[in-house]
């Protein structure tokens, strides 16, 4: 179904350097959790821009492109993003010579703000509580930009159904292959476990698994992992620090019930991040906070009654969804606090006496 390019040689762009993304064993962690099944991390920092989202933007680009909406020397693009879709964006724009215009909740990281002055945007900060129907939030500032500037175009990650098909074709596609190219028993999923910001990453997986389901694979739990603090997965609305996932509003492009999700699980900034540092000393894997909320929403998932028969079974291939990289957090309080724990303290005594 999905195209899956093999690159050799010399690439036109950094745009041909999105996705393409390795799918990576945590055998560690999985003994260490008891688990039987292979447990599979996606791991998307290795894509050009560094997230999940460079393919959404990537394509949500082309197609407006192709469709006449976006005209070269005159659109502007201007895009509300907690960083990585902006990210993605101010790359294809600067690659492309459109203006880009980033609206920021405050939150959001100076390493995502710094990456994207870098490449040519404007970054207009929003602050994090305003709801988003205010015209002071991200969605807010954006509309009032764009009917004030010529040539204003906003994409829309939150309605734009290019963004679940970037996932539904390509991050569908490459997992697929991966699966279908491994010394593994099982070709297909068993569980996929993602997080929650659009939507898009987790809708348009599901929809692409549940179309091989149509095709004889088995069927696959879908999992989608939430904030509390956010409503997508139920509760109340609330401030939590990890980025990227989580909202007030149910996006448009996001289809939250069964058949295509089965399960939401919610998970806390604490589970999250210390997920996240295990990820990074276990596993070698230098992901970003919301991949450390995948992972404990994975691990609560295949310690759960629904999760027990695939965290049991030697030939089950779970797969987890990992968005972005530490590098985008390097500066952030979480992130510079680092566990005492982690050290050797055997060595770190010779060093300190030397
Ligand atoms: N994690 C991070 C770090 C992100 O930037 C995003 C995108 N908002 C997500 C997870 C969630 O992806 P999606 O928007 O496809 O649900």
Redesign the pocket.
Known sequence: MASTHHWNGVLDSALDAVGETPLIRLDRIRDAEGLKCNLLGKA?FFSVGG???DR?AKRMLEQAEKNGILIPGQSVVIEP?????GIGLALACAIKGYKCIITLPAKMSLEKEVLLRSLGAEVVRTPTEAAHDSPDSLIGVAERLKEQIPGGVILD?YSNPN??LA?YYTTYGEIAYALKTSNLRRKSISALI???????????LARAVRDSEKDGAARATIVAVDPVGSILGGGDVGMYQ????GYDFF?A??DPKPPLIDEWIKTNDDEAFAACKRIIRQEGLAV????G??LAGALKFLKSEEGKAIAEDPTANVVV?F??GVR?YMSKEWFLKQEEGSRDAELHDTIRGI
Do not use: F, W, Y
């Open positions: 998307e997230s999940v989202k959404i993003t907690s960083g990585n879709t990650q963004n679940p996932h993602a997080g929650a910001g659009t939507g898009g990453t987790i809708t348009g990890v980025e990227g996932i996006p492009v996001l970003g906070g919301s991949s909320s995948a969804v968005p972005d985008n």
